[in-house]
């Protein structure tokens, strides 16, 4: 697992190879069963996850009850409730496998511990989340500028391997439509 992890971290920065070879110490895998929690809303949130295999989306209970789907990662995405995460309080999301998920899981403690020790990883991490900061804006410019067809034709041409692997409802919840709705697009545009 963790050789897929200093795969994507050499697409950001260069370590020496001896400081890689110490990396895996700092992280904890771990396996989770489709629809299997990673974290729980209200629950104290002490880790973040590097997706090595599977689909995970992140989501909270919104007052009536239903769930709403913020985010979704994949293989080679970083996934948590960063803020929870960055201040050690109760998760606002909880995070959920959509497949059989394998994943690199980090603690806080540990992470620092690790950056003091190979203070390259600081590049990687800076990079890899200003990036993910980026597209978190873009999808909320998306949102008040496109139409609902404009926003879910942006999703298929810039994310089609989520159309493939994310269940219909979680889709529409992310995009802000019912799956009535959703259905009705995908009628109109896929046929």
Same mark, same amino acid.
């Given at each position: 697992?963790?050789?897929q992890l200093l ?21 904890? =895998? ?11 809303? /209200?629950? $104290?949130? %002490?880790?973040?996850? #590097? ?13 009536? /009850? ?19 995460? =960055?201040?050690?309080?109760?998760? @606002? #999301?909880?995070? $959920? ?14 992470? @620092? ?13 800076h990079r890899v989340?200003? $990036?993910?900061y980026a597209a978190?804006?873009? @999808?909320? $410019? ?12 942006? #999703? ?7 159309? =493939? ?8 919840? %992310?995009?802000? #439509? ?10 109109? %545009?896929?046929?």
């Amino acid at each position: 697992m963790i050789q897929q992890l200093l795969a994507h971290i050499a697409q950001f920065c260069t370590i020496p190879a001896d400081k890689a070879a110490g990396l895996e110490p700092f992280f904890v =895998q771990k396996e989770f069963k489709k629809k299997e929690l990673l974290l729980t809303e /209200g629950h $104290r949130c %002490f880790e973040k996850y #590097f997706i090595v295999k599977g689909c995970v989306h992140l989501c909270y209970l919104k007052q009536n /009850g239903s769930e709403q789907t913020i985010d979704f990662a994949l293989e080679n995405w970083w996934t948590s409730d960063f803020m929870a995460y =960055q201040q050690g309080t109760a998760a @606002r #999301f909880s995070i $959920r496998a959509i497949e059989h998920t394998e994943v690199l899981s980090i603690s806080d403690s540990s992470q @620092r511990k690790l950056l003091e020790q190979v203070p390259e990883l600081n590049a990687y991490f800076h990079r890899v989340f200003q $990036r993910a900061y980026a597209a978190s804006q873009m @999808r909320v $410019r998306y949102l008040y500028d496109f139409s609902k067809e404009q926003l879910y034709l942006h #999703f298929l041409a810039h994310y089609p391997e989520f159309t =493939q692997r994310v269940p219909q409802y979680l889709l529409a919840s %992310f995009l802000g #439509f019912t799956p009535e709705y959703l259905s009705e697009l995908r009628k109109k %545009f896929l046929s």
